[in-house]
């Protein structure tokens, strides 16, 4: 569990720190951004900060053992993965977005939570550690 944790802080925090140094750059590189209209380096650097505060609760939560933690993180990626879905599916997408769009934001932003759902169970009393 600390393992994926820390694996999730390190790319969420690559990210962040890539959107924060580099916004036009970030939105270059990212396939598919480009479609959503023109960039705006504010914004992407806002989102930055956000993806940030998401690697640090999953690196303190790797680090402590904690889960009260993991809530920022859960808040943040989990609806950001939340909002790219409903939007493939409102929206519709191609396979290759939707496979790219699944291993990119969708996995990673769900992770958190699932683990600590399996967290939950795996206690006696069903509480999170």
Not at 37 to 57: E, K, V
Not at 66 to 74: E, I, N
């Given at each position: 569990m600390r393992?994926?944790f820390?694996l999730?802080?390190v790319?969420h925090?690559?990210n962040?720190?890539?959107?924060l140094a580099?916004?036009e750059?970030w939105?270059?590189?990212v396939?598919?951004v480009?479609?959503?209209?023109p960039?705006?380096?504010?914004?992407?650097?806002?989102i930055g900060l956000g993806?940030l505060a998401?690697?640090a609760?999953?690196w303190?939560?790797?680090?402590?053992?904690?889960t009260?933690v993991?809530v920022?993180a859960?808040v943040?990626?989990?609806?950001?993965?939340?909002l790219?879905?409903?939007?493939?599916?409102?929206h519709?997408?191609?396979?290759?977005?939707?496979?790219?769009?699944t291993?990119?934001?969708l996995v990673?932003?769900?992770?958190?939570?699932?683990a600590?759902l399996?967290?939950a169970g795996?206690?006696?009393?069903?509480?999170?550690a």
């Amino acid at each position: 569990m600390r393992l994926l944790f820390v694996l999730l802080s390190v790319y969420h925090g690559l990210n962040g720190l890539f959107m924060l140094a580099m916004p036009e750059a970030w939105y270059a590189a990212v396939p598919g951004v480009v479609d959503t209209g023109p960039a705006n380096a504010h914004f992407i650097r806002d989102i930055g900060l956000g993806f940030l505060a998401s690697a640090a609760a999953l690196w303190l939560a790797a680090k402590t053992g904690g889960t009260a933690v993991l809530v920022p993180a859960l808040v943040f990626l989990g609806g950001h993965a939340g909002l790219h879905l409903v939007e493939m599916i409102t929206h519709g997408t191609t396979p290759a977005a939707a496979l790219r769009d699944t291993l990119v934001i969708l996995v990673p932003g769900f992770l958190p939570f699932c683990a600590l759902l399996g967290r939950a169970g795996a206690t006696p009393a069903g509480r999170a550690a």
